[in-house]
């Protein structure tokens, strides 16, 4: 059995975590005394525990984000139950250390209850520190009983003595580490997305957004190692790509946040994809939506249909909002580049914009929305603003009448503003739209109900209200069931 349980909640099932495989393959002599169990997250909660149990690990690596806390909070509290010897699961089955990290785990205060079963939280990128921290626990024969101070954990637990319960981890240099790739097997690169990093980090500093935190281990308030790119060497990020190619990747997403920030490296995967990519395959990158100079949209004109999909975070249109939140914007540019896109390439398109910042009220994102629709990325993606912990949003709670759901997804629920029923209304047209737009299974009512050039949002809350009033939900509507409703309501 092996020493090293590393685990996660994945959204879903085709969402393999990299972060998983970079701590494995950094493991160094670890390595073989290591292994990998992925969970999705509509799983049953006995289909989590059940292989954790068995694998009697000494220790067990959890990777915590937003979309998988409360999860992980369930899972922690079962497993706990079970090594309890509440009920036979987990009957005289040691506890192991438990380890917490991700980009969760990194931001929370030290009092929440994700930690509660925790006996370390690794804050920052773990790839050193996880290792350091396995080498000295597995180093301990024979382990020590739990020392004082050590309220969290029961007494029969074997753990060896706890230097400090949290461990900043500065950021890491690309250069020195290794990424892992060769840990996807034949059915992940078949069947699941192949995540890939070229770079980490991000230039800006967007106070919704994690960037807009101060990393552990790097409290330089500007220009510190966690607030600079930092870049895999080209060359040996290419072998990779070719590699995992070769093996059989279908579909790579990119989790840099900024792919063409360095326009002349961004052209060198571009063309190297390009000369690789079949049909069924495709890559998938998020670009700031500002920087498109000629080099760059001419190779994005060369991609084949369905080869290509873009994320643009457009985020807001309003000038002043963005300069509230410390986001860098020129909308006149980023419609533009957009409207190319539409216009000049076969990429698919994901624009997305954020409902709920400080300031912004109805009018002000309905405009917005509108002058987005006007140039027709292939899907807008509408989100509600979130209050991370850990970022520079919080500092506008009170100046804007702000008030979050202090529990993940930590989304706001009213502001000074947009008062709580025109946020639940915003919700509910996200979800219709998703489900008449974004899908593309409507062109032929969505070209009825909402004519070109005109106008789409009012005409579009308007739906999505009446659709809530028939159906009750916004979820789990037969399709065919939908496409009557839409009927009824030409024109609305």
């Given at each position: 059995?092996?020493?090293?349980?590393?685990?996660?909640?994945?959204?879903?099932?085709?969402?393999?975590?990299?972060?998983?495989?970079?701590?494995?393959?950094?493991?160094?002599?670890?390595?073989?005394?290591?292994?990998?169990?992925?969970?999705?997250?509509?799983?049953?909660l006995s289909e989590k525990t059940g292989p954790i149990l068995a694998a009697r690990p000494r220790i067990l690596g959890l990777?915590?984000?937003?979309?998988?806390?409360?999860?992980?909070?369930?899972?922690?509290?079962?497993?706990?139950?079970?090594?309890?010897?509440?009920?036979?699961?987990?009957?005289?089955?040691?506890?192991?250390?438990?380890?917490?990290?991700?980009?969760?785990?990194?931001?929370?205060?030290?009092?929440?209850?994700?930690?509660?079963?925790?006996?370390?939280?690794?804050?920052?990128?773990?790839?050193?520190?996880?290792?350091?921290?396995?080498?000295?626990?597995?180093?301990?024969?024979?382990?020590?009983?739990?020392?004082?101070?050590?309220?969290?954990?029961?007494?029969?637990?074997?753990?060896?003595?706890?230097?400090?319960?949290?461990?900043?981890?500065?950021?890491?240099?690309?250069?020195?580490?290794?990424?892992?790739?060769?840990?996807?097997?034949?059915?992940?690169?078949?069947?699941?997305?192949?995540?890939?990093?070229?770079?980490?980090?991000?230039?800006?500093?967007?106070?919704?957004?994690?960037?807009?935190?101060?990393?552990?281990?790097?409290?330089?308030?500007?220009?510190?190692?966690?607030?600079?790119?930092?870049?895999?060497?080209?060359?040996?990020?290419?072998?990779?790509?070719?590699?995992?190619?070769?093996?059989?990747?279908?579909?790579?997403?990119?989790?840099?946040?900024?792919?063409?920030?360095?326009?002349?490296?961004?052209?060198?995967?571009?063309?190297?994809?390009?000369?690789?990519?079949?049909?069924?395959?495709?890559?998938?990158?998020?670009?700031?939506?500002?920087?498109?100079?000629?080099?760059?949209?001419?190779?994005?004109?060369?991609?084949?249909?369905?080869?290509?999909?873009?994320e643009l975070g457009i985020q807001t249109l309003n000038r002043e909002t963005a300069a509230r939140i410390g986001r860098p914007?020129?909308?006149?540019?980023?419609?533009?580049?957009?409207?190319?896109?539409?216009?000049?390439?076969?990429?698919?398109?994901?624009?997305?914009?954020?409902?709920?910042?400080?300031?912004?009220?109805?009018?002000?994102?309905?405009?917005?929305?509108?002058?987005?629709?006007?140039?027709?990325?292939?899907?807008?993606?509408?989100?509600?603003?979130?209050?991370?912990?850990?970022?520079?949003?919080?500092?506008?709670?009170?100046?804007?009448?702000?008030?979050?759901?202090?529990?993940?997804?930590?989304?706001?629920?009213?502001?000074?503003?947009?008062?709580?029923?025109?946020?639940?209304?915003?919700?509910?047209?996200?979800?219709?739209?998703?489900?008449?737009?974004?899908?593309?299974?409507?062109?032929?009512?969505?070209?009825?109900?909402?004519?070109?050039?005109?106008p789409i949002f009012a005409p579009f809350m308007a739906l999505s209200d009446r659709l809530l009033e028939r159906f009750g939900?916004?979820?789990?509507?037969?399709?065919?069931?939908?496409?009557?409703?839409?009927?009824?309501?030409?024109?609305?």
């Open positions: 059995m092996p020493d090293i349980i590393l685990s996660t909640i994945n959204a879903k099932w085709i969402h393999p975590s990299l972060a998983l495989r970079l701590l494995k393959a950094n493991l160094g002599a670890l390595e073989p005394r290591a292994a990998i169990l992925e969970f999705a997250l509509r799983q049953p990777s915590v984000s937003i979309w998988n806390h409360t999860a992980t909070v369930e899972l922690l509290e079962a497993l706990a139950s079970a090594w309890a010897g509440e009920g036979s699961s987990g009957e005289g089955i040691p506890r192991p250390i438990i380890v917490l990290g991700g980009p969760e785990a990194s931001t929370l205060p030290e009092d929440a209850a994700l930690f509660r079963h925790a006996d370390y939280v690794i804050r920052g990128e773990g790839e050193a520190a996880f290792q350091e921290l396995c080498e000295t626990a597995l180093d301990l024969t024979p382990w020590k009983k739990v020392p004082v101070g050590f309220p969290d954990v029961p007494e029969t637990s074997l753990v060896p003595p706890r230097v400090t319960k949290f461990i900043d981890a500065p950021p890491v240099d690309p250069a020195l580490i290794d990424p892992g790739y060769r840990l996807y097997t034949a059915e992940d690169l078949g069947r699941k997305l192949t995540y890939v990093e070229a770079a980490r980090g991000c230039p800006f500093g967007c106070e919704f957004c994690l960037s807009s935190a101060v990393p552990k281990g790097d409290e330089t308030s500007q220009g510190g190692l966690g607030k600079r790119v930092r870049e895999f060497p080209l060359e040996p990020f290419l072998a990779e790509m070719e590699g995992l190619i070769r093996r059989g990747a279908r579909s790579f997403k990119f989790l840099d946040r900024t792919f063409n920030l360095d326009i002349e490296r961004a052209g060198r995967i571009l063309e190297f994809f390009l000369e690789r990519l079949e049909p069924g395959m495709y890559v998938h990158f998020e670009m700031v939506p500002s920087r498109f100079p000629r080099e760059l949209r001419e190779a994005l004109t060369r991609f084949l249909p369905g080869t290509l999909r873009l914007v020129d909308p006149e540019r980023e419609l533009e580049v957009l409207d190319f896109l539409r216009r000049k390439t076969q990429a698919i398109v994901h624009a997305d914009l954020i409902a709920g910042l400080p300031g912004e009220d109805m009018a002000s994102f309905a405009q917005g929305f509108d002058r987005l629709w006007q140039v027709r990325p292939t899907e807008i993606q509408l989100g509600i603003l979130k209050c991370l912990p850990g970022t520079a949003m919080s500092r506008h709670i009170e100046p804007f009448g702000m008030r979050f759901n202090p529990d993940p997804p930590y989304e706001v629920l009213e502001t000074a503003v947009m008062p709580p029923e025109d946020l639940d209304r915003i919700k509910n047209f996200a979800r219709f739209w998703e489900l008449i737009v974004n899908r593309g299974v409507f062109a032929q009512e969505c070209s009825a109900l909402f004519p070109e050039g005109a939900r916004n979820w789990g509507i037969d399709r065919r069931d939908l496409q009557n409703a839409l009927g009824v309501y030409y024109p609305l």
